[in-house]
């Protein structure tokens, strides 16, 4: 009988778990009930049994850990020389990714050495009528859905977008096994060495871990505009967005896109301004648990998603709010 156990491969660096791979505990819960079968983390680093353990918190009923020095920091050598002899030992059903820049790397290159097909940059998960993993992702520019399967090789792969999910209530009282793996590899095939760390916009960003993001849109008609974003973000202790108008302008780096060509994201409060609301920016920011659109237009589709909405001038709105809040919190 074939195994039906599902992974999700928890991402970590220096020791700390990256949120997307709990966020993939969520559908993973869903789908491995739906199989009966187990829920699996795989957790490569180096001191982290702790998130093997906030991984059972979060949903997994198994964990498989993996540690040593070359788990420190992402390498590709290492990380996919240890998931393959993990999925040839256990030979799972299926494996999730984080869609970040490591996930979309690890991913392709497990897949090939496991002659196997993934599915990448997914925005949906299922387990359809045959059984099988269906993962949904934006085709032809975001224009229409796709849902992919892989009826013929095993595992089933699919990465997924950070913030598609959302991240499952910790429960401390929940109990797993955790299965520690020896498993290391030569350092002569280890072909690449992390010299240096530069911190760059995209690390500073961090729009998919954002509680606050406050985006901005071709309505801000420059990139000195910006400054009316970046002072209300910083007012409500959030980080700036953008929709691809406004990168596409040369406004403001990709690293802050929100949508279908930029980062999937989920916060706590969304506030969009002067962005009309195309539906690949509407795709990436719509699991938001509340969004404040602020625009002139009253019939922009962003306000029918929008739980509040502010019908006005941007340039005379936005600073109003933000000396509100500055007025608050004084």
């Known amino acids: 009988m074939e195994n039906k156990n599902l992974w999700v491969y928890i991402e970590t660096d220096s020791g700390v778990a990256k949120n997307v791979g709990y966020e993939l505990l969520n559908p993973g819960r869903m789908m491995a009930d739906k199989l009966g079968s187990q829920l699996v983390a795989v957790v490569l680093g180096n001191g982290v049994e702790a998130v093997a353990q906030q991984a059972i918190a979060y949903g997994a009923d198994k964990v498989l850990l993996v540690e040593g020095d070359e788990y420190e920091t992402y390498n590709t050598d290492a990380q996919t020389y240890a998931m393959v002899n993990l999925i040839q030992k256990y030979q799972p059903f299926i494996v999730l990714y984080g869609a970040t820049n490591n996930g979309r790397d690890v991913g392709p290159r497990v897949a090939c050495a496991a002659h196997t097909g993934l599915t990448a940059d997914c925005t949906g998960l299922d387990i359809d009528e045959n059984g099988l993993l269906a993962s949904t992702r934006p085709a032809f520019g975001g224009n229409l859905m796709a849902t992919i399967s892989c009826p013929d090789h095993r595992p089933q792969m699919s990465t997924v977008r ?15 096994e955790i299965v520690r793996e020896d498993i290391h590899i030569d350092p002569a095939n280890i072909r690449v060495q992390l010299l240096e760390r530069v911190k ?9 871990e954002a509680d606050v993001i406050v985006s901005g849109g071709r309505g801000l008609k ?13 007012a409500m202790g959030g980080v700036v967005g953008a929709s691809r108008a406004a990168v596409d302008a040369g406004w403001i780096p990709h690293a802050h896109q929100v949508g279908q060509t930029g980062k ?24 938001s648990d509340t969004v404040i659109a602020i625009n002139k237009d009253p019939d922009a589709p962003i306000f029918s998603v929008a739980d509040y909405g502010i019908v006005g001038d941007l340039f005379e709105v936005v600073p109003a709010l933000t000396a509100a809040i500055k007025a608050k919190k004084a």
């Open 162 to 176: 950070p913030g598609v999910f959302k991240k499952p209530e910790a429960d401390d009282s929940r109990t797993g």
């Open 222 to 234: 420059s990139a000195e505009n910006f400054a009316l974003v970046r002072e209300l973000a910083d």
């Open 264 to 287: 999937t994201v989920a916060p706590k409060i969304y506030v969009a301004v002067g962005i009309s609301g195309a539906i690949q920016h509407l795709a990436g920011m719509s699991g």
């Open 200 to 208: 760059e916009v995209a690390e500073a960003v961090n729009l998919e």
